[in-house]
């Protein structure tokens, strides 16, 4: 299958999170993918994550639980390893429905909620970098 050209921004589709139409960042140099959360806890051994940010208005604010999640060792761009929640879900691109994993993080005071990391591009999408929106442009609206 051939891979399709991303952009280095989108917007996607997060259905079973309830998200529409996020801004993503389509980020080569990080491993894994991201996802901002407000606030996560455990509630009687489900992972409860709350997405609300004033400063991204599709951010819905509803309550999202995982019965699944893992722990992750992610190393930022500055070196330093954090422990993060990881869990699995599913975005939509160019039409098409893809699993992801995403880990949660704290990005309130980044422009873009969501990174998209090399392990979920490659062997799918070739980044061409002086382009934005492709998928969301050819969206079906």
């Not at 999170?17 to 990080?30: E, P």
């Not at 491993?31 to 940010?53: A, G, P, Q, R």
Request: net charge positive.
């Amino acid at each position: 299958m051939p891979k399709k050209t991303i952009g280095r921004i989108d917007k996607a589709d997060f259905p079973a999170l309830d998200l529409f139409d996020i801004d993503v960042k389509i980020d080569t140099g990080a491993y894994t993918s991201s996802i901002h959360t407000h606030k996560v806890w455990i509630d009687n051994e489900e992972l409860v994550c709350l997405f609300y940010d004033k400063g991204h208005p599709h951010y819905n604010g509803k309550e999202i639980r995982f019965k699944e999640y893992t722990l992750a060792k992610v190393k930022s761009s500055n070196g330093v390893v954090q422990n993060r929640y990881k869990v699995k879900t599913n975005i939509i691109l160019f039409e098409k429905k893809y699993n992801i994993s995403l880990t949660l993080s704290t990005r309130e005071d980044m422009r873009f909620p969501i990174l998209i990391g090399r392990k979920f591009i490659s062997k799918k999408f070739i980044v061409d970098v002086t382009q934005k929106n492709i998928s969301y442009n050819n969206k079906n609206k």
